[in-house]
């Protein structure tokens, strides 16, 4: 049986019990009245079905991260932070980070290192969490060079890189996020 069709079978015995519990001898003769109350009995039964599901579907959607990139650019202190926060009342769970650059994806440690050989020596601090908790915010990578020669090299191939954001929800569904990098 469909779930509908369980609902229907619901209704029918609890209107029959109904009429067998207030003491009302039951015939199987059809009553304009009861046909009216069976109706509104089964009418009642399908818009709990239906916003029941209904309400499922919304709180699937809440509790699912939306995960958006959040960069700053200081060209006077050869600056660039990569942030990324979650806008959800849902975790993303086993959260993992990956940049692309030119079809390769890296992990943070050799993206750093990439960085490091095509821009020579700079200030770098990355890292990610396990979680990043319903509204909350987290560093990625926050790159100081040294002066405006490697800092506009390092914001060229940051335009050419890709983040990679691979987590799972609370309810076990796993997503993956590509978004681009660096300022236009």
Known sequence: MKSIDVMVVLGIVLCLLAGVIIGQSFSFEVKLSDLIALTATLITFAFAYFGLKFNNAQYINSITPIIRKYELNNPES??????????????????????????????????????????????????????????????????????????????????????????????HLELNERIKLGFK
């Open 78 to 171: 050869y600056c660039y932070i990569l942030n990324v926060h979650n806008y959800s009342a849902g975790a993303a769970i086993d959260f993992d980070v990956k940049i692309s650059l030119g079809g390769i994806e890296y992990s943070l440690g050799a993206f750093m290192h990439e960085l490091g050989v095509r821009h020579g020596a700079m200030s770098q601090a990355y890292g990610f969490p396990a979680v990043l908790a319903a509204n909350g915010e987290h560093e990625i990578l926050k790159l100081t060079a040294k002066d405006s020669v490697q800092f506009w090299g390092l914001q060229e191939t940051l335009r050419q890189s890709e983040l990679i954001l691979r987590f799972s929800t609370i309810q």
